[in-house]
């Protein structure tokens, strides 16, 4: 038996031996584990699913074990990747820390910094938000102008961010900040926020989808140690680019919280009705065949694209790429979910509309932002044509 395959079986057992069955199942919406100092589970057993995780450092499993990741290699993660598949066990930790800001924390940060925040993210001790968009640097997120400035033993921070995803929840913000105002790209710098220090405010903004993941965070004279600062002053465009690919990367992989090619197809049977084994409404059921088939070549492309990171590759232009298409068919998905459901997909709440109906039109309006999120699919299709088909700028 080779090292892999005996990694695989151990694996196995471990998984079956600590799994909770109740972590077994399939996610309502409430139950994703964030973690943070304020964190709620769902039930006794997700918090017990995140430590057992965490203790062999499996919410981070390529991570270096000196900051507490699992150590594994690229083979070995991808087979616990298999094996938690195999048994439909849930994320035990959803975190920007994991996603995010962990890579580059370990590209770019400190020794000290690297040993202060790996094993707290590892373990979902903190939970992290992140401080680039603001009101007038969407975008052209290099226009922001939230000042940090040199006050000696300290910085001075003020300024506003915008759409900042749970920041009213966060412990800690990675932000962006303008420390030369001389200078554009060049005057940004990458600095380390506590959301409770005097001066932070974060303020929900409530979405046509009701829901409030989104905030406007404000700094009014934050005073932040210097030692909060990761890499160099004036590098933070250079750890911005490089943070962005990753979360461009992971909000393609999750597909928006999708995954629900077989939901549609079940949805739709159900709702619409089968007859000779086969969905009653010819046009729709030609319509779900195609999102189905797109939703099985963007799993493959995303886990292509992901293999050649995990190797080295450097695959920039590549994410936003993805990023644009997963935007579309999560945009596609939810609008063929309320179109399968008929008059039951008009339903906002109240008697005549089951939770599963009420969802489906939230999910349908809130995937109207997939295309703004995480780099609009504008500014994507301009890094394709720059970047990708090597087109010019029209004089």
């Not at 990675?174 to 303020?203: N, Q, Y």
């Not at 000779?276 to 070549?297: C, F, H, K, N, P």
């Amino acid at each position: 038996m080779s090292a892999l395959e005996t990694f695989r079986t151990e694996t196995r057992a471990w998984l079956e031996a600590n799994s909770p069955a109740s972590m077994r199942t399939p996610m309502a919406e409430g139950d994703i584990v964030w973690g943070g100092r304020k964190a709620k589970f769902p039930n006794a057993d997700a918090k017990l699913w995140l430590e057992r995780m965490a203790e062999r450092g499996w919410t981070a499993p390529t991570w270096p074990r000196d900051y507490g990741g699992g150590g594994l290699t690229r083979e070995e993660a991808q087979v616990l990747e298999q094996e938690l598949r195999r048994i439909h066990a849930r994320p035990a930790l959803s975190s920007f820390g994991v996603w995010m800001l962990g890579p580059v924390l370990l590209e770019y940060a400190s020794e000290e910094q690297k040993r202060e925040h790996l094993p707290k993210i590892v373990r979902g001790e903190i939970r992290w938000c992140q401080g680039y968009s603001e009101p007038g640097a969407g975008s052209d997120l290099a226009g922001l102008q939230t000042r940090c400035e040199d006050k000696g033993d300290h910085y001075l921070i003020n300024g506003q961010k915008v759409w900042t995803s749970y920041a009213n929840h966060a412990d800690m913000c990675f932000c962006l900040v303008r420390t030369d105002p001389t200078k554009k790209h060049e005057g940004i710098s990458f600095i380390l926020i506590d959301m409770t220090w005097p001066g932070v405010d974060a303020r929900p903004i409530q979405l046509i989808s009701g829901s409030s993941p989104f905030c406007e965070t404000f700094f009014t004279d934050v005073k932040a140690p210097k030692a909060n600062l990761v890499g160099r002053v004036g590098g933070g465009w250079e750890i911005a680019k490089r943070l962005l690919q990753y979360e461009r990367m992971n909000i393609s992989a999750s597909g928006f919280g999708g995954g629900a090619g077989p939901q549609l197809i079940d949805l739709a049977q159900r709702y619409v009705g089968v007859k000779d084994g086969r969905l009653v409404d010819a046009d729709l059921r030609a319509r779900i065949a195609r999102q189905s088939m797109y939703e099985r070549a963007f799993g493959l492309t995303v886990r292509r694209s992901t293999e050649q990171a995990k190797a080295g590759s450097d695959v920039g232009p590549a994410t936003s790429i993805i990023k644009y298409a997963a935007a579309k068919m999560n945009q596609n998905r939810t609008e063929l979910q309320v179109e399968a459901l008929g008059y039951q997909g008009l339903g906002w709440e109240g008697e005549g509309f089951t939770p599963e109906e009420t969802l489906a039109t939230r999910s349908f309006l809130r995937a109207k932002g997939n295309s703004i999120e995480g780099g609009t699919s504008e500014v994507n299709l301009n890094v394709v044509a720059k970047r990708v088909l090597g087109l010019r700028d029209h004089q």
